[in-house]
């Protein structure tokens, strides 16, 4: 694969090593610790990412998606005697902000990074979940204390599995109705403690057993509070049997672990039905990305993170529905944006200032190549830039 900088010509990033960019990324986005404090706009009080002390306004999501401000009015020009991340940092400071990032969410008012989220607490990273708390389900019902669970209901503590209906304490597990405590499980229901099994039904520790004796096995077992010896015999059939080198099904051409529906993916993880993509985190329907993290339905995008259908995004902190993009954060429904913050349903603007498409074209090719003699253009933004402390962002959750 042809790297992303090489294919456009771009500057070689600064970090050489892709997990040191995904680091930097990650210490942009602020998940779980939240705030309560007012609204900038309404004087609500509200629940925030960011605490009562800072520097920008901070509105309420309803607030902030309203026609009762404009970012527009907070645009300003490119001062070429000043870096880049000078620039941007004075834009910051004076730019409202989301309290929480979420779109079309109904009675959510903890969940964060959210799209499409209906009766729903405390839910982070998640699309088009309902009746779901804590945890990172995505296209999933009545679901709790899930860590990227994929189309499932009815589940509770389940981990890095799909397709799941009404299952409990499940690992790496796909297809799978009616199971308890299981790992690796494959196309299973009503199966108890068990490991690497496919196909089965009415098992108990991997041993099978007639629907009328499992029944009367696990009445007579308690599943809400199983003993250490249930547990250490669980522990120790999973350390015996045999595991695949990775978690993954339906691939082609790929390197890295949790890719389903993959074709010609490189060093990514967690990554379902994208292609000709590297480096990637938590992305799904992606095509031709690079250095991505929490994005789906994508295309082009390098070096950012965000919700989903992008085109072209570069080094863009948390952008949907975007096209032409680079430099900016928490950017929607928009096209032709460089180094703008919160601008939405707009186009052909730098720095929250609007100009004619030639205009646009003339200045960002100007501020690039000043980009180029500072050393900026091709990275990331710079992190004196984030917003938050390190212990509170997902840099520190994974690394």
Not at 284 to 304: I, P
Not at 313 to 340: I, R
Request: include cysteine; charge should be negative.
């Amino acid at each position: 694969m042809q790297l992303f900088h090489e294919r456009f010509n771009l500057p070689a990033p600064k970090l050489t090593n892709p997990l040191d960019r995904q680091k930097l990324r990650l210490s942009f986005r602020n998940e779980r610790h939240l705030h309560k404090r007012k609204c900038d706009l309404t004087g609500k009080d509200i629940i925030s990412t960011y605490p009562a002390d800072t520097l920008f306004p901070v509105y309420q999501k309803e607030a902030w998606w309203s026609d009762a401000w404009d970012p527009l009015a907070f645009g300003m020009d490119f001062d070429f005697k000043k870096t880049f991340t000078e620039n941007f940092k004075i834009l910051q400071d004076k730019t409202p902000r989301m309290a929480l990032n979420a779109q079309n969410v109904t009675n959510s008012d903890y969940a964060n990074y959210c799209c499409d989220a209906k009766n729903c607490y405390i839910v982070y990273g998640s699309i088009v979940v309902e009746d779901c708390y804590y945890g990172s389900p995505y296209y999933s019902k009545d679901c709790v204390d899930n860590t990227i669970l994929r189309h499932s209901e009815l589940c509770y503590e389940c981990i890095d599995s799909e397709k799941l209906y009404n299952c409990d304490w499940l690992q790496d597990s796909e297809n799978c109705r009616d199971c308890k405590y299981g790992y690796d499980l494959k196309n299973c229901h009503d199966c108890v403690f068990c490991v690497g099994i496919r196909g089965a039904s009415y098992h108990i520790f991997n041993k099978p057993y007639s629907k009328e004796e499992y029944l009367v096995r696990i009445k007579n077992m308690d599943l809400k509070k199983p003993s250490s010896l249930d547990f250490n015999n669980f522990e120790m059939l999973k350390m015996r049997m045999p595991r695949q080198f990775m978690i993954g099904a339906h691939n082609e051409n790929v390197i890295g672990n949790y890719l389903f529906h993959c074709k010609n993916v490189f060093e990514s993880f967690n990554a379902e039905r994208c292609e000709d993509c590297a480096y990637l985190g938590q992305v799904m329907d992606c095509k031709d990305c690079q250095d991505v993290n929490y994005m789906e339905n994508s295309e082009l995008c390098y070096d950012s993170f965000g919700f989903y259908n992008n085109y072209m995004v570069w080094f863009c902190n948390t952008a949907g529905n975007g096209k032409f993009m680079q430099y900016c954060e928490f950017c929607a429904n928009s096209k032709y944006l460089f180094g703008c913050i919160s601008v939405k349903n707009n186009e052909y603007c730098i720095f929250n200032k609007k100009y004619s498409q030639l205009e646009f074209e003339k200045l960002q090719a100007k501020i690039i190549d000043h980009m180029k003699e500072t050393g900026e253009y091709g990275n990331y933004l710079d992190k004196s830039l984030a917003l938050f402390k390190y212990e509170d962002t997902a840099a520190n959750d994974y690394f």
